[in-house]
């Protein structure tokens, strides 16, 4: 089964802005510079990003690759590219500590709970969706597991053996790195230097049916522990952790295509293998342009799984963690990590989540009011350059953290006009709006987490039913009704500010 | 890859029933009647549904199986046993009108939407989890894809070939029906005879290769225009429909397991086939009970998919369908189906959904106030026997239509408490609470869609606060200002009640 085309996605945005009037400039890692993006077949663009090993709950750490390429799908999509967007899930093959000896991480949960090892694939990869969901992360186009396309690899293996850069050792399948090394440039990607390699590197127990330590699997007999296997012409086995991505990014994208995303933890080996596995097997590189997100740091180091100084999207959700104090809403949590760059780390610390969760709460607050503004017959402010800079930032590489800095300058703007000492016509109010809604919404993926309950409409009913009744009260003359309700609406939640002609509400976090 | 023992699933509840106490008769479909439920490996359950084919949204015959199933799963779980539970996804295989020729389903609709086949599986399962979600109805231990296990499907065509019940040609591999029924009961479980289908049949367009025409295929040489293939020692081609549901019940639940279930309209060939297979493959039966819902109808025909009459959830969600006249939320659709026998047929009307709406919501509006309810020292009204009545009927089959009306029964109890005409001793009112939430919230996996949000408790507080401003204007004889507030929260929707000791208010639906 293979298709060549890439098709259209489904649409996601009413509006659209033309791609050719944005020169969108994103940072190649492999060729350590910016370049401006130019699909192989626009408006088609094929994007392969590694996804998950579904073998424990996601934590902060894999909510960012998630949030940065879904940034990138919903800002090609917004520029009009129909985008195949392609993320896997990792259900086999994946062995402890990455390496080629081992437990699979997958079967090893497995053991421990007592179940198949499928249940553990079904239950985490269902939590995952749920937390994407919960951060706002729109589903990929396509997500295949590995587990699936197991038919797939066993031919890709094929081909690698074909053009005589593997090797059949004992029953599994081993990649021959030194012959690849000779005819291609194994560690472009990542800088390794594949004779340093050598030498850092201790022969370990079992790896004695490789030829060279640095060799690594497409193919493994399996152990008679090893509950997770499949028949193949070498041995009753399973595939090695880095094909699955070569295979199932041909499968879904093309021998070629454009964007190939995933953290920079990945960059050493896996991205470097891939590169290897594929240039070996289709005599050329797949992919145009690779894109990688930095760390999350905690305590200085990068927050993993293997590491165990990890925080779940949950425990940040519930605020159930040692180290929390309190809990984080998704949207915060989102645009924590859109507030720094993607190329950046970003260490997690409580006072940095509830700067952030602020300073949400003010943007949301702000296209709140923005959208209750009421428009005059002219403007007295400028609003005509947001949007343009704004772009500007997109196009530089997602600096999402410059479009939110120009949202901010915005609200600047919004708050004179809702005080009265400025004025902006219908025009430049309805583009405000747009700007707003596109980049914070849209673009940005936020959501305003309080207008989305199908409760606040009553909500806002019954205060400004109590504002009224306060307001009459006030016109009595009966302040210390008034007050009364002023405070106890602030027990509950609802502060109040009384302006010159009526009394905003906010309700606190 | 396979495992034989069946492994507990993760558990949902924390209270318990024994399963020894309760002797649970389900209808056995290939019996024709009622027997008591033995798992083979007890506490271990394995239990097996067809899901859906993911080209299109799921509609109100999609629910029934679903919340069918559920129910089934959430009881057994309730009971204690630890149940696997495979639902699996079709995504290859399955042609236009369940035909051996024809058009495959999900690569038909990529055609007309000009995507690959995998976005649309990968669009409608995402749509199909979020709709079951919606309607409370847990995922199941393992989801299995039909094109993930392509090379299971080959080892068991293999298998059937192997014991003589198969036969290549032209590239296809085709299952000798004349053989099988000569060693077998071919028909046991619809009831079909295969002599009288043989001189109702004439032979199709193209069907020529098979030996006989209700010969079906196993596995389907695909002809150039068709876009889903697998390499086989036979051909490039594709599985026939009924295997997989034989395979990957096979595969995750082992040779013999405990339920088999899925809608009557899949009873004959689908069910019949896959009996055929599993027993041609194994020598023997594999499934212990066959269960089946029966169907959802409108205006007297079965609500389906091909038959072009359905009413998808979503539309059923938001009332855009020309043949409803509103909105139905997602726990008025599930009550609905609970509130017939899965046996029995259900007709859609609006004036039933409209009835089962106001059902559910007394229902919901006797646990709200049954939680409020103060204990006394002595009990003057009798709820011992509704626990035990519950237990009874979901054990006579699932008699969920019976729960109900016994939660019903006990809200006259409920009610007369609260109107101080009888009262319950703390341990009568635990057990009460105790059942309600029990049988409405864990096993008919009901949920309270009014106190789910977050916004409730401020909801309630604002509320009480103006009922409080209300009472105070009343104590001052100012009955005007006192109707004036109970007239706008009406108009807000919500509705007083008065009574001697304080106010009642209620949302309107």
């Known amino acids: 089964m293979r298709i060549n085309a890439i098709r259209p996605t489904f649409a996601i945005f009413k509006d659209k802005m033309s791609m050719e009037s944005n020169k969108l400039l994103i940072y190649n890692s492999l060729l350590k510079k910016k370049e401006v993006f130019e699909p192989m077949h626009a408006p088609h663009v094929g994007m392969y990003v590694c996804g998950p090993t579904v073998y424990g709950d996601a934590h902060l750490g894999h909510a960012r690759p998630a949030i940065t390429f879904d940034l990138l799908f919903r800002y090609l999509t917004h520029l009009g590219y129909k985008v195949r967007y392609v993320r896997n899930i990792t259900d086999v093959g994946h062995l402890e500590h990455d390496a080629d000896e081992g437990e699979d991480k997958i079967a090893k949960k497995a053991r421990l709970e007592s179940v198949e090892p499928m249940e553990i694939v079904q239950y985490y990869t269902t ?10 992360v729109l589903p990929p186009s396509i997500e295949p597991h590995a587990s699936g396309h197991i038919m797939e690899q066993q031919a890709f293996i094929e081909r690698i053996l074909q053009a005589g850069y593997a ?22 990607l990542s800088g390794h230097v594949i004779e340093e390699q050598l030498n850092n590197t201790r022969a370990l127990d079992g790896q004695d049916e490789k030829r060279f330590p640095l060799d690594f699997a497409l193919w493994k007999k399996a152990a008679p522990e090893h509950i997770m296997h499949w028949p193949s012409r070498w041995s009753e086995g399973f595939p090695g952790w880095h094909l699955e991505c070569s295979v199932m990014s041909t499968r879904y994208l093309g021998e070629a295509f454009d964007i190939h995303g995933g953290g920079m933890d990945l960059m050493f080996p896996h991205h470097e293998c891939e590169i290897a596995q594929s240039t070996a097997a289709l005599g050329h590189e797949s992919v145009r342009y690779w894109m990688h997100n930095n760390m999350i740091t905690i305590d200085g180091q990068k927050m993993g799984k293997s590491l165990g100084n990890f925080i779940t999207l949950n425990e940040f959700f519930s605020g159930e963690h040692p180290k929390l104090q309190r809990a984080y809403s998704p949207m915060t949590i989102r645009f924590f990590i859109l507030q720094a760059h993607y190329r950046s780390t970003v260490d997690f610390t409580n006072e940095a989540l509830q700067a952030s969760e602020k300073g949400l709460q003010r943007l949301l607050a702000g296209i709140r009011m923005l959208d209750r503004l009421q428009p005059s017959a002219t403007s007295t402010a400028d609003v005509s350059q947001l949007q343009a800079r704004c772009y500007e930032a997109m196009n530089d590489d997602l600096n999402s953290p410059m479009v939110i800095a120009h949202l901010f300058d915005g609200l600047r703007i919004i708050n004179l006009v809702h005080d009265g000492k400025a004025t902006l016509s219908g025009d430049d109010l309805a583009q405000l709006r747009q700007t707003y809604h596109t980049f914070a919404f849209d673009i940005l993926g936020l959501k305003d987490e309080e207008t989305g309950s199908s409760h606040q409409t009553l909500i806002n009913d019954l205060i400004s039913y109590i504002l009224e009744i306060r307001q009459n009260a006030k016109q009595q003359k009966d302040y210390a009704t008034s007050d009364q309700i002023r405070d106890r609406l602030q027990t509950l939640g609802v502060e109040l500010k009384d302006r010159k002609d009526g009394t905003d509400w906010n309700l606190k976090v």
Chains 1, 2 share one sequence.
């Open 127 to 136: 939590r995952y969706h749920h937390n994407m969901e919960q951060l706002n």
């Open 167 to 188: 090797y059949e050792s004992n029953g599994s399948v081993y990649f021959d790195l030194r012959k690849y090394a000779r005819d291609f440039d194994y560690g472009k």
